[in-house]
């Protein structure tokens, strides 16, 4: 169970969503890394954010690989690509094995919780009784406290980074601008692979400005010349990262996943969003990002306060959102301190 290399596993029978609809056939591509121990206790899965996929080591350097924090070489970690993307999981541009069509614009709503659904189903593929740790940030972050509701003797340790309990007006409001520029675009209702593509650029250029701060645009971004009519660099760095954004993603997988990260609410149907953390059992650590303005602090120390016995850290940071990728230092002292107590590797 030692690989690199992505593996595909396909659940055994058709997934029920949580709106009704049925997925008749859900495969999903996954990662693992590192070998399990005798025990079966040195589990590491991690969720994974919006349009990022299964290879943790390729998006979290620092964190995750050889000499990090959590090195394949004392860890089985796992990191599976989310119901709804386009990385190997069923999505969009799936065909429908009874049409043989992919839906494309027509695919299913789904929710966080048909993504956990998803994941446990290849949990139990892959015969793990437990997670040591169940870590992720963003989207990954709604997916682990979700889980960790659901299941709460699954996990020994939780890490939720830069996430949320419920989604909020302002993220709901933030998606919702994104979805209109790509229907903006008359070719998302083409359902084509490249259907969306500029509306999927100007979308990307919005988020960013969820995911970053004033400061590190300021930073990064501030012209050195004071002659510039046009063509500035913020200008040209949005635009850069929409293009980029298009070559590896679609527009239909963007608004299938920003349309279930909408749908995260924990108390959904659980009396309150206090009663659904308060089943949470895990050893959790719950880290904010000062300058973070898509989840604000006061989203993980909501998070900190319901589940019971949970330490919440604080980052300060330049790079408002996208820190939780980027503060890897930061995060792994934070780590170190949070497992100091019950566990040395």
Do not use: K, M, V
């Given at each position: 169970m030692s690989d690199s290399e992505p593996h595909l596993f396909q659940l055994p029978r058709p997934l029920r969503l949580e709106s009704g609809h049925t997925l008749p056939r859900v495969e999903v591509t996954y990662h693992t890394y590192g070998r399990l121990n005798p025990g079966r206790d040195n589990v590491v899965w991690v969720c994974h954010a919006l349009t990022a996929n299964a290879d943790v080591l390729s998006w979290w350097p620092g964190l995750f690989g050889a000499g990090c924090y959590f090195d394949p070489a004392d860890w089985f970690i796992v990191c599976a690509n989310v119901l709804g993307s386009c990385y190997g999981t069923t999505g969009p541009l799936t065909p429908d094995p009874l049409t043989e069509q992919a839906p494309y614009q027509h695919f299913p709503l789904l929710t966080i919780r048909d993504m956990v659904a998803a994941h446990e189903a290849l949990r139990e593929h892959l015969a793990l009784p437990s997670i040591h740790t169940l870590m992720g940030g963003s989207l990954g972050g709604q997916q682990a406290v979700e889980w960790a509701v659901q299941r709460p003797k699954l996990c020994e340790n939780l890490v939720l980074l830069?996430?949320?309990?419920?989604?909020?007006?302002?993220?709901?409001?933030?998606?919702?601008?994104?979805?209109?520029?790509?229907?903006?675009?008359?070719?998302?209702?083409l359902a084509t692979p490249a259907g969306g593509a500029a509306g999927l650029r100007a979308a990307r250029a919005v988020a960013l400005l969820s995911y970053r701060s004033y400061d590190a645009y300021g930073r990064t971004q501030t012209d050195s010349h004071d002659t510039k009519l046009t063509d500035y660099l913020a200008s040209s760095y949005q635009r850069y990262q929409g293009d980029k954004l298009v070559r590896r993603f679609n527009a239909y997988s963007y608004v299938t996943l920003s349309r279930a990260m909408d749908s995260h609410h924990v108390g959904r149907g659980r009396g309150s969003v206090p009663a659904a953390l308060g089943r949470i059992r895990a050893r959790t650590l719950v880290i904010g990002i000062s300058s973070d303005v898509l989840f604000p602090t006061a989203e993980q120390q909501q998070l900190a306060r319901y589940i019971p016995g949970a330490t919440y850290a604080e980052m300060d940071s330049h790079y408002g959102h996208d820190g939780f990728l980027i503060e890897t230092v930061q995060i792994t002292h934070l780590l170190e301190r949070f497992y100091l107590p019950s566990y040395v590797h």
């Open positions: 830069a996430t949320n309990a419920r989604h909020s007006a302002w993220g709901i409001a933030f998606n919702e601008a994104q979805r209109l520029a790509i229907f903006a675009d008359p070719t998302y209702e």
